[in-house]
């Protein structure tokens, strides 16, 4: 997994880039009791604002890490919100990519410089 400033992991899936927050953001959120997803087929660019979370504390916005197309997102999560506080890393994925180059991802994070920035 690659990490960003902004608290988010991404894991490459095939061709595709899932998305997810960190365990770090989703402590730092508290009990997250709301989240809206991205339109499948959007086009983003990156740093665009493409999910909101609501917690008992604050809204969170999740930004597009990359240029590129959402492709599906994870509807256990509407469903579901407590998903990303009992497993962020896993099946708290919020959407899915295409992105024109996985290669971009070596300028991201790795999870000691991850673990590193947010000591």
Known sequence: MKYTEEHEWLRVDGELLVVGITEYAAKQLGDVVFVELPEVEAQV???DEVCVIESVKAASDILAPLEGEIVEVNEAL???PALVNDDPTGEAWF???RVDDLSVLDGFMTEDE???FVA
Do not use: P, R, S, T
């Open 114 to 116: 991850y673990a590193e």
């Open 45 to 47: 660019a990156k740093g």
């Open 95 to 97: 959407f899915k990519m």
């Open 78 to 80: 509407v469903d579901n």
